[in-house]
């Protein structure tokens, strides 16, 4: 187990370098920063000074040196817009983002998991098909739009919850649930199909042979073995929850860093927004690295092929 | 799908996997049959859309600001949807709109198919150092958070139809890359490539008459449900302001445009969102029933209605709960 941890982990440390060369070669080489900072119609001595500042006019291997030196040291600059650096104000916001993510999880998984055991329990039934549909459902939805018209529904026309911000309990109903429309979708199929192949196992027809009911089968015996895929599935889908943050908390005004994220675009704030695509990115490498070993450890032939 | 000589079960009366049994099956699948009479009306919709549309979906009207379906305007077609913030013609911009959403989901899914396919290709037949590059490559890809490294790249290069198709081809080729892969580690080691090897055809050859045909069908259902991805990942994209750029339409930025107006004008959202969904919906509907026709079991389960396939599979008959 140990090898394998070692292994995976230096694979992870070569995503995030290749995350960290891809960021230098988007942002300095395709584009050009002096540009994509200033507005349009910047004075050319201002686009010189400001080249001068960040060293645009180095080597390109010399800024390369520097940009990875800096992002391993976690410093990327002060932000443009905030005048802080930039690793401050994201890793500030990112209690929230988290948050927002375990709350959906929260959501998803077990309703998932009870869906796809109700579609199990009869299946072919009006229940199963009735699960198919809606979980088909929460994987086509559009997100921000069901945000919207969930603002519209229960925020504008009954008042219950508020339409966005940060705050108590009830800022955070509407962008969790919202965010686990899809993950909640995809685990219960996965559900579904994990149990039928388990149902069909010969320890499921004894224990049905001993008198066994259907339910305590699959909640006693048959779930218990196919949480693996489940596991997984769900870890999956925490990394897109990180990702589909950006565009809810966008519509929710929730001070994530996906909400800073779109603001650094809007402010064409280069440090900062480098600075949140490379957290999330370690984010989402890490969240990957847990999964992983969380999948070899509940299933030893990963571990050695 | 296409090969013929697939005789299905034993039973007593010869069913033919042609155009009635699929006809006769789809009456009895509500469900499906919604899905494919969708997709067959989105996608008159989306080519035809310059000829169909009932209003110039870019005819600005300050007298017709933000009116609600079925309003009735000079040229005597209603507003059906209603109309927007700038009184233009809701449906006219949702029709024109699909065209634009439904061909960066198609397109996008080719591109990013055609590039995977035959990476996974080259990883899978080859093997050896160039498996092992182009799968660790995957490997680092499927580590990223895609949505976020499209927007930054397009914050960089700039939105607009051809950068958004590539950004978005650039961020899903790895799932057919490994699927592909995966596939033909399998079909190689097949006899019938060793027979074609024996009689002296060359990779070229193998791999695109013997390997590649034999993929069609999950590489087709896996690219229908990579267009829903697409046309929800580009609404997303033009919803934030990152593709396509106004006075062009898509759905997302349909979305994007009625959100300011959400409290008083309800359609806006409500039609161009709803749009988005059942395209979504209705091609995760038909990828399943795609895969189910492709794998022969379920094929004559469905053509034949579940209780008869049950029973001639089992030779027995009476129905079970067994899927």
């Known amino acids: 187990m140990i090898r394998y941890v070692l292994?995976?982990?230096?694979?992870?440390?070569?995503?995030?370098?290749?995350?960290?060369?891809?960021?230098?070669?988007?942002?300095?080489?395709?584009?050009?920063?002096?540009?994509?900072?200033?507005?349009?119609?910047?004075?050319?001595?201002?686009?010189?000074?400001?080249?001068?500042?960040?060293?645009?006019?180095?080597?390109?291997?010399?800024?390369?040196?520097?940009?990875?030196?800096?992002?391993?040291?976690?410093?990327?600059?002060?932000?443009?817009?905030?005048?802080?650096?930039?690793?401050?104000?994201?890793?500030?916001r990112l209690p929230a983002?988290?948050?927002?993510?375990?709350?959906?999880?929260?959501?998803?998984?077990?309703?998932?998991?009870?869906?796809?055991?109700?579609?199990?329990?009869?299946?072919?039934?009006?229940a199963d098909r009735a699960v198919n549909v809606a979980s088909l459902s929460g994987v086509s939805i559009v997100d921000f739009w069901l945000g919207l018209m969930l603002i519209l529904i229960f925020s504008v026309q009954l008042g219950w919850l508020p339409t966005s911000g940060y705050g108590g309990i009830e800022y955070i109903v509407l962008p969790a649930v919202v965010l686990a429309a899809s993950p909640l979708g995809?685990?219960?199929?996965?559900?579904?199909?994990?149990?039928?192949?388990?149902?069909?196992?010969?320890?499921?027809?004894?224990?049905?042979?001993?008198?066994?009911?259907?339910?305590?089968?699959?909640?006693?015996?048959?779930?218990?073995?196919?949480?693996?895929p489940i596991i997984t599935m769900a870890g999956d889908e925490t990394t897109s929850v990180l990702n589909g943050a950006v565009v809810i908390e966008a519509v929710f005004a929730w001070p994530g860093v996906g909400l800073l994220l779109i603001q650094a675009i809007q402010r064409r704030d280069l440090p900062l927004i480098e600075a949140t695509v490379l957290v999330v990115a370690v984010l989402v490498i890490i969240t990957n690295l847990l999964v992983d070993l969380a999948y070899a450890y509940l299933n030893p032939r990963i571990r050695y092929s | 799908?296409?090969?013929?000589?697939?005789?299905?079960?034993?039973?007593?009366?010869?069913?033919?996997?042609?155009?009635?049994?699929?006809?006769a099956g789809l009456l009895r699948d509500p469900v499906t049959l919604f899905a494919c009479l969708f997709l067959a009306?989105?996608?008159?919709?989306?080519?035809?859309?310059?000829?169909?549309?009932?209003?110039?979906?870019?005819?600005?009207?300050?007298?017709?600001?933000?009116?609600?379906?079925?309003?009735?305007?000079?040229?005597?077609?209603?507003?059906?949807?209603?109309?927007?913030?700038?009184?233009?013609?809701?449906?006219?911009?949702?029709?024109?709109?699909?065209?634009?959403?439904?061909?960066?989901?198609?397109?996008?899914?080719?591109?990013s198919g055609s590039f995977g396919v035959i990476m996974g290709l080259i990883a899978g037949y080859y093997r050896g150092w160039a498996?092992?590059?182009?799968?660790?490559?995957?490997?680092?890809?499927?580590g990223f958070p895609t949505l976020l490294v499209a927007l930054f790249v397009l914050f960089v290069v700039g939105g607009g139809?051809?950068?958004?198709?590539?950004?978005?081809a650039l961020t899903r080729w790895m799932i057919y890359a490994r699927v592909t892969r995966g596939m033909t580690l399998a079909l190689r080691e097949e006899p019938f490539v060793d027979g074609a090897r024996a009689v002296g055809a060359g990779?070229?050859?193998?791999?695109?008459?013997?390997?590649?045909?034999?993929?069609?069908?999950?590489?087709?259902?896996?690219?229908?449900?990579?267009?829903?991805?697409?046309?929800?990942?580009?609404?997303?994209?033009?919803?934030?302001?990152?593709?396509?750029?106004?006075?062009?339409?898509?759905?997302?930025?349909?979305?994007?445009?009625?959100?300011?107006?959400?409290?008083?004008?309800?359609?806006?959202?409500?039609?161009?969102?709803?749009?988005?969904?059942?395209?979504?919906?209705?091609?995760?509907?038909?990828a399943t029933w795609l895969r189910a026709l492709s794998d022969p079991v379920q094929r004559w389960r469905w053509l034949l209605g579940k209780k008869v396939a049950v029973a001639v599979m089992n030779g027995t008959g009476g129905p079970e709960h067994r899927t």
């Open chain 1, 97 to 126: 983002t988290l948050l927002l993510a375990a709350a959906t999880m929260a959501i998803a998984l077990p309703s998932a998991i009870l869906l796809g055991a109700l579609a199990v329990h009869k299946p072919g039934s009006w």
């Open chain 1, 186 to 228: 995809r685990i219960a199929q996965i559900t579904r199909s994990a149990l039928l192949d388990e149902m069909s196992k010969p320890y499921i027809r004894a224990a049905r042979a001993k008198g066994m009911t259907r339910r305590r089968a699959i909640f006693r015996h048959g779930l218990k073995n196919a949480f693996v």
């Open chain 2, 131 to 142: 498996d092992d590059l182009i799968m660790r490559f995957v490997d680092v890809m499927l």
């Open chain 2, 203 to 286: 990779d070229f050859r193998i791999i695109t008459r013997h390997i590649l045909p034999n993929l069609l069908a999950p590489l087709l259902v896996l690219a229908t449900l990579e267009v829903a991805r697409l046309i929800l990942a580009e609404s997303a994209l033009s919803f934030l302001g990152f593709g396509i750029q106004p006075p062009a339409s898509s759905w997302g930025l349909e979305v994007s445009g009625g959100r300011s107006y959400i409290t008083t004008a309800w359609w806006l959202v409500s039609f161009s969102g709803a749009a988005i969904f059942l395209t979504a919906l209705s091609l995760n509907l038909f």
């Open chain 2, 161 to 168: 139809y051809v950068n958004l198709v590539l950004v978005l």
């Open chain 2, 41 to 111: 009306f989105l996608a008159i919709v989306a080519v035809f859309a310059p000829w169909l549309v009932p209003h110039d979906p870019m005819a600005q009207s300050l007298a017709l600001r933000n009116r609600p379906p079925l309003t009735p305007s000079e040229n005597g077609f209603l507003h059906l949807l209603g109309t927007d913030a700038l009184g233009r013609d809701l449906l006219s911009r949702l029709m024109m709109g699909a065209q634009v959403s439904v061909s960066i989901g198609v397109l996008g899914a080719v591109v």
């Open chain 2, 1 to 23: 799908m296409t090969e013929s000589t697939d005789e299905g079960p034993p039973h007593n009366g010869k069913v033919h996997f042609g155009f009635r049994t699929i006809m």
């Open chain 1, 7 to 92: 292994r995976r982990s230096i694979h992870s440390i070569g995503v995030a370098f290749v995350v960290v060369v891809l960021v230098f070669l988007v942002g300095r080489m395709v584009g050009d920063p002096a540009r994509l900072m200033l507005p349009v119609d910047a004075l050319p001595e201002q686009f010189e000074s400001l080249r001068e500042r960040l060293g645009l006019n180095e080597p390109l291997l010399t800024q390369f040196f520097a940009f990875l030196g800096g992002a391993m040291s976690g410093d990327f600059g002060d932000s443009f817009w905030q005048k802080v650096p930039a690793l401050d104000l994201v890793l500030s």
